[in-house]
């Protein structure tokens, strides 16, 4: 049996939720749905972005609303026009058996006349932003006098870019007997004192811990030199083939100069960011949706409501001005049950805002050394050969194998295979032969030198090893980690620099552990596969065992550096002024023109675009 049927909903509803595929609800919906079928009551839930907080107060509330009855009867407020129009999207999908239930998105960048002309026409649902909503109430296009629900979605995000004053004025404009239904995915002193001026003794609903951070996201840091930011960057990218990232900084500007650097150099990248039209942000997000864009950078504001499941890390270009928009942005990985990454590239300067985000996320933080060249090109190399075992033949190339058997007879098979992994191997090895290694320059060299006095496996005797499992048999870091661990009756520090990839990973070990790794592994199975383990030609002693915060041993090997920034963005609070319009000079330009990354053969990784004369 489904167990939404659990929670008290209806038919229309349960047979709309079997279309869409939900069959288990998140913990976020199981506590509130019941409670808001149960009372006509206010409440404040405070759980991370992704958790499906949108289906926890879109059902009840359907439920709850009468479909004869023409006029408004519920408004959702939202940050930005991408999550008004992302949750009016998901209430018509909900409601789309009950006939006679009409939903209206209300946002800037849009027709004001024809936004309220759909609402005359009746609109029991109004989803818009707040600087919207105050507009058409100042010029009388709208009524929420006689609403029966409010709703404030993402509460401390709309707080944050500034919109207090217009969020008073609106709840005063409605009646004192409303129902308000508060989401969050922190608490801070606005939304407390918002939930304390309009709510009448609220009900509390909390997932996971007040302001935590999600289970499912892993948090890292690199310490690099403010010259190099944009650098680390390159190599996070490089060192991650499968990367399908956000990439966040705290200006617009910044936003499309790194953006601009990154096409320039030959990763599929794009800016999304408040000077954009809305034709332009609907492009760059169905390309980003569609995985044509693998690092889609972009603003605070502009990246709210980006609602994809599979991306895989969350990169802090540039750490946010507020702690607690840290979370907002962790939040766009590790969603739908699935493992995600947030990273962070700081300077020295900067290390003390690690220790501040940890307090609010009340999660620890690991610290890795950025990937040498060598290590970069392993990765890419294996990488490569996963991907040629793993790819599927189109049976149209049969015509074509005669003819490529006869260019290839004078070939024996292991000069074949050599030849065919050089193509993506001499590409990366001739560009980082030419480039120093960042990892050389020991940003913060002190502070490791602190950990690894107190943890086990120095990297000076380590030896490092490629194993075949990796992300597609459900590790991350940690997990894997831990099974290792376990598996070889190892210490807690004896197993690190732990380097998770989609299909096969690295760590390293103290070299008087590397025949018990390679007799124990080598003879076991996963899930009916053999694992393989061999010593990797990279034994792991350039960068040493990476810490995490704490002082213990772990991590994976990517990282990048460039362009230092120190702008701020003031202006990024006000929707309705634009994002922000910061100073500084960019990381990218900072970058020296003459070193860019390798770019990837089109025909074997169709994932980075080949640049045209």
């Known amino acids: 049996m489904n167990k939404f049927e659990q929670l008290g909903l209806n038919e229309s509803l349960l047979k709309a939720i079997n279309d869409l595929g939900f069959e288990n609800p998140s913990e976020v919906q199981e506590k509130a749905i019941p409670l808001l079928l149960e009372k006509d009551t206010d409440i404040v839930a405070l ?17 709850k609303i009468n479909p004869e009855n023409r006029n408004t009867q519920a408004l959702i407020l939202s940050p930005t026009r991408e999550l008004c129009l992302q949750i009016t999207n998901e209430i018509k999908l909900y409601s789309k058996y009950i006939k006679g239930i009409n939903t209206v998105a209300v946002y800037g960048g849009a027709s004001i006349t024809e936004q309220a002309r759909e609402i005359k026409r009746g609109a029991q649902i109004i989803v818009a932003t707040p600087g919207r909503m105050q507009d058409m109430i100042n010029r ?18 709309m707080l944050n870019m500034g919109f207090y004053d217009d969020i008073v004025n609106i709840l005063s404009t409605s009646p004192d007997d409303k129902s308000t239904w508060l989401f969050s995915a922190t608490m801070p002193q606005e939304v407390a004192r918002i939930a304390k001026e309009f709510m009448r003794k609220p009900l509390e609903i909390t997932v996971g811990h007040k302001n935590s951070g999600s289970s499912t996201v892993s948090h890292e840091f690199y310490l690099v030199n403010a010259r190099d930011r944009y650098e680390a960057l390159k190599r996070l990218a490089d060192a991650n083939p499968d990367i399908f990232s956000v990439v966040f900084c705290r200006t617009k500007r910044d936003t499309q100069a790194v953006a601009e650097k990154l ?31 693998q690092m889609l950078v972009a603003t605070d504001v502009a990246a709210r409501g980006i609602d994809v499941d599979s991306i895989t890390h969350v990169v802090n270009y540039q750490l946010p001005d507020e702690i607690e928009t840290y979370n907002h942005r962790s939040g766009r990985t590790g969603r739908a049950g699935k493992l995600g990454t947030s990273i962070v590239i700081i300077t020295k300067s900067e290390l003390r805002k690690i220790s501040a985000i940890e307090r609010i996320i009340k999660q620890k933080f690991e610290e890795k050394t950025i990937p040498s060249g060598m290590e970069i090109c392993e990765i890419q190399l294996f990488h490569l050969a996963n991907k040629i075992k793993d790819v599927e033949v189109d049976h149209e190339i049969d015509s074509y194998l005669p003819a490529i058997y006869e260019v290839m007879k004078d070939l024996t098979k292991e000069e074949l295979i050599k030849k065919m992994v050089s193509v993506e191997f001499n590409r990366f090895i001739s560009y980082y032969k030419k480039n120093r290694d960042l990892s050389a320059q020991k940003a913060g060299s002190d502070r490791r030198e602190s950990f690894e006095s107190n943890s086990g496996g120095s990297g000076s005797g380590a030896t490092r090893y490629f194993v075949n499992i990796g992300s597609r048999d459900n590790f991350d870091w940690m997990s894997l980690k831990d099974f290792l661990r376990d598996t070889l009756g190892l210490g ?59 002082g213990r041993s772990g991590g994976g090997s990517f990282g990048r550096s460039g362009g230092g920034d120190r702008s701020t963005d003031r202006g ?13 000079r960019s990381g990218a330009r900072n970058q020296s023109s003459s070193g860019r990354p390798p770019r990837r053969s089109d025909s074997l990784s169709p994932s980075r675009k080949p640049r045209r004369s």
């Open 47 to 63: 759980a991370q972005t992704g958790t499906g907080k949108t289906a926890a107060f879109g059902f009840p509330l359907i439920q």
């Open 140 to 157: 009388g296009l709208v009524n929420i006098s006689k609403i029966d629900f409010c709703i404030l979605d993402e509460a401390d995000e």
């Open 263 to 293: 096409i320039e150099d030959g990763y599929n990248a794009a800016a999304l960011h408040g000077d954009l039209s809305q034709a332009q942000r609907d492009s760059v997000m169905k390309s980003f949706r569609n995985r044509q864009i």
């Open 492 to 550: 807690r520090d004896d197993v690190f620099k732990v380097d998770v990839k989609e299909g096969f990973s690295f760590f390293n070990t103290d070299a008087e552990h590397s025949q018990l790794v390679l007799d124990t592994l080598n003879s076991m199975h996963l899930e009916g596969r053999r694992i393989n383990v061999e010593v990797s030609k990279n034994d792991g002693r350039d960068n040493g065992g990476r810490r995490d915060h704490n």
């Open 572 to 584: 990024a609070r006000n929707e309705r002024r634009g994002e922000s319009f910061g100073g500084g």
